[in-house]
């Protein structure tokens, strides 16, 4: 069964900087799919990013991107230029492709961004 | 911009009895999928849900539970017998086709007393 990682509980970071927050998985797969999911305090699920494992290419969604190394089956997610909206929770998940394709979830890591 | 509605947004009951959560998913979506999240703790999955029929379930997912796409929209959690320990936020999932990606209604909250 594939694990989601998430060893960062909690964060902060000041408005304007970069954070990163870490995520690692395990797999025996090879086609798999990789997501950051962010939920504020109203905890609604929001796509943040998604990575396919075929491609070698870092997503990029303008101000968040992800560093993706699949041989150590780690996906982390940086956001530039922090603004006080992406205070929240953020959770990274897994999707094997084939199958019920359901979303395999991390613990979460509560980012705050302070002014 | 389509998305994926739930109602009610917020429930409370008395343990042992029945609820039904519905949810709309995004209209052209095939796969559907229940998530449950205990405060504080992580999303977890539940069930899924293709061409009428359940694809996966997971071990929390047990007789009392049961899941319907009663007509072409909608799509419904139903909980037969509440119990204390079901008391958790209840997001409904979609997705069109296979590998894409799965949108989240705002959930439903449950409170069972």
């Known amino acids: 069964a594939q694990t989601v990682t998430q060893s960062q509980p909690e964060m902060s970071v000041q408005e304007a900087e970069t954070v990163t927050l870490s995520c690692t998985y395990d797999?025996?797969?090879?086609?798999?799919?990789l997501f950051w999911y962010k939920q504020p305090p109203s905890r609604q699920m929001i796509l943040v990013i998604r990575?396919?494992?075929?491609?070698?290419q870092n997503a990029t969604e303008n101000r968040f991107s992800v560093n993706f190394q699949k041989a150590a089956k780690s996906f982390s997610l940086k956001i530039s230029d922090s603004q006080l909206g992406d205070t929240a929770m953020y959770f990274c998940?897994?999707?094997?492709?084939?199958?019920?394709?359901?979303?395999?979830f991390g613990k979460g890591t509560k980012l705050t961004v302070n002014p | 911009e389509p998305e994926v509605t739930q109602t009610p947004s917020h429930q409370v009951t008395q343990m042992g009895q029945e609820v039904i959560l519905r949810c709309v998913p995004i209209s052209n979506h095939l796969y559907f999928y229940w998530y449950r999240q205990i405060l504080g703790q992580k999303v977890e999955f539940l069930v899924s849900?293709?061409?009428?029929?359940?694809?996966?379930k997971s071990e929390i997912f047990d007789d009392q539970f049961s899941v319907e796409r009663p007509d072409g929209s909608n799509f419904t959690l139903k909980i037969r017998s509440t119990k204390l320990e079901d008391s958790a936020m209840y997001f409904c999932?979609?997705?069109?086709?296979?590998?894409?990606?799965?949108?989240f209604g705002p959930g439903t909250r449950l409170l069972v007393l």
């Open positions: 849900f293709y061409n009428n029929e359940i694809s996966e």
């Open positions: 797999t025996s797969e090879s086609n798999y799919y």
């Open positions: 990575q396919e494992a075929y491609k070698q």
């Open positions: 999932a979609s997705r069109r086709e296979s590998r894409e990606t799965q949108y």
């Open positions: 998940a897994f999707m094997n492709q084939g199958g019920s394709e359901k979303l395999v």
